[in-house]
């Protein structure tokens, strides 16, 4: 059975009766059912269409579906183990309506959790990088990795990689190696954020145009025990990334953020707000050389002790699932979309600026979970239990990506489906005075009780 009876759907089935002699379509399932006299009904008869059909295999057709389309298919064949599988959402699939049997892949998260692809200006992003040295700190993390990649990809003249893991620097050059990319595009420093000296030593050798800054504790749970942590590196390293930026004179300064500094009501989520803030407060400086914006994400799918990553192990060695309210939602995002934003946002004009993908509806987790597991040819709480074990502290039930007054000041940009903040407010006076003080209290006694006792003076929402 196809879902999608669109030209992708009918290229598909002209396929398979053309070379697939064994293999026999039964028809199609399609909201708009005047699409074809095949079609048996629509997403939401998803359930009876099982039952009257015997059915081997789902392909879902529809290449520019976006993941709520992919989602309402999987939530809506919970009832069978059928095994559904989808033409790949590749723009060579979009442009050229070459669909065949032989290329249709598992589903993977990307697919049931993505929008369609954003529009790349190819042309802009080409002419905005091609001659220029690109520093991404935590560069060879999850988020930075791509970032790295697509840099290459679009023609950067070089590429500096810091990061303090020495295994995923490895695992970062391994990878370009194999890729054959030529060892001129790029190089891999192992170096922390927190030591000045080293970042001085890179950006003088190195002389960027660009810095992104990636590096950054992003553990909710974990930060919430290790406040000073928190603190030394988001915060303090932050400064130090952009104090050698100023000196070293490079032009445009991107600061990656979360959805966690909005109303924070965790550690982690204050310290990246207070990174923002002071981001903010050097492009309010009378001396202007070097332009500052933010990019703000969501969940990022499949990075580093992302959801997706733990369900796959618990359920390969647990054989159930955890979430931690029926509840809880959140606005997920691909690794690639978050790349792109960074990418594009960068050559936007805007000083000071945040910018934000417009994410569309929060997604429930529990209905990622669910998801995911029949994703696996897996029934929900059949085999694979979903289990529930209450928020944490730090956690949010729902995540926001802007403040009501943050909301009032967004604006369209020119890159498709991403909005600018131009004045976020909201950040304390005198960020200086307040990372001093947060210095001393990160570097003395009794640094976590303190720590923690600090921030919630300066936010509010910060409870316990």
């Given at each position: 059975m196809i879902v999608g009876a669109g030209v992708a759907g009918r290229l598909l089935k002209k396929d398979?009766?053309?070379?697939?002699?064994?293999?026999?379509?039964?028809?199609f399932v399609d909201d708009q059912r005047r699409k074809s006299r095949q079609v048996l009904g629509t997403g939401e008869e998803l359930s009876r269409i099982y039952d009257d059909y015997f059915i081997d295999e789902v392909v879902i057709a529809i290449p520019s579906a976006d993941g709520e389309q992919i989602r309402k298919v999987l939530l809506n064949s919970l009832s069978n183990r059928v095994p559904i599988r989808i033409v790949p959402r590749r723009e060579i699939v979009l442009k050229t309506d070459i669909v065949k049997y032989a290329d249709v892949k598992v589903i993977e998260p990307d697919d049931f959790l993505g929008r369609r692809p954003l529009k790349r200006n190819v042309c802009l992003l080409d002419k905005y990088y091609r001659d220029k040295v690109v520093l991404v700190t935590g560069g060879a993390g999850s988020i930075g990795s791509e970032i790295v990649r697509q840099l290459i990809d679009i023609g950067t003249k070089k590429v500096v990689v810091f990061d303090r893991s020495e295994n995923m620097c490895f695992e970062l050059v391994q990878q370009l190696t194999e890729l054959g990319i030529g060892k001129r595009r790029y190089e891999?420093?192992?170096?922390?954020?927190?030591?000045?000296?080293?970042?001085?030593?890179?950006?003088?050798?190195?002389?960027p145009n660009i810095v992104v800054h990636a590096a950054a504790y992003k553990h909710v749970f974990m930060m919430e025990n290790n406040p000073e942590e928190a603190v030394s590196v988001n915060v303090l390293g932050t400064r130090n990334v952009v104090e050698e930026a100023w000196l070293h004179k490079v032009g445009r300064f991107v600061q990656i953020s979360t959805d966690k500094v909005v109303n924070p009501e965790s550690i982690m989520g204050a310290t990246k707000k207070l990174a923002e803030c002071y981001v903010r407060s050097r492009q309010n400086d009378k001396n202007k050389k070097m332009d500052f914006s933010i990019v703000r994400f969501g969940n990022v799918v499949n990075s580093h002790g992302s959801v997706l990553p733990l369900f796959e192990r618990q359920i390969s060695d647990q054989g159930y699932v955890t979430v931690t309210d029926r509840r809880m939602k959140r606005f997920f995002m691909s690794i690639r979309e978050a790349a792109q934003l960074v990418l594009m946002s960068a050559t936007e004009k805007g000083r000071g600026s945040v910018y934000i993908l417009n994410m569309g509806d929060l997604i429930s987790v529990y209905d990622v979970a669910r998801c995911f597991i029949r994703s696996k040819n897996l029934l929900p709480d059949v085999d694979v239990r979903i289990k529930f074990i209450g928020r944490r502290r730090g956690e949010k039930i729902v995540e926001q990506l802007f403040t009501r007054e943050e909301k009032k000041m967004m604006k369209e940009t020119k890159i498709d489906n991403v909005w600018r903040i131009a004045d976020c407010g909201q950040c304390p006076d005198n960020m200086e005075g307040i990372l001093s003080e947060l210095e001393g209290l990160v570097m003395g006694r009794q640094a976590r009780t303190r720590t923690i006792r600090y921030l919630q003076k300066l936010f509010v929402s910060l409870k316990r």
């Open positions: 398979i009766d053309s070379n697939y002699p064994d293999i026999e379509v039964v028809g891999v420093v192992v170096g922390d954020v927190l030591n000045r000296a080293k970042l001085g030593y890179v950006m003088g050798r190195f002389k």
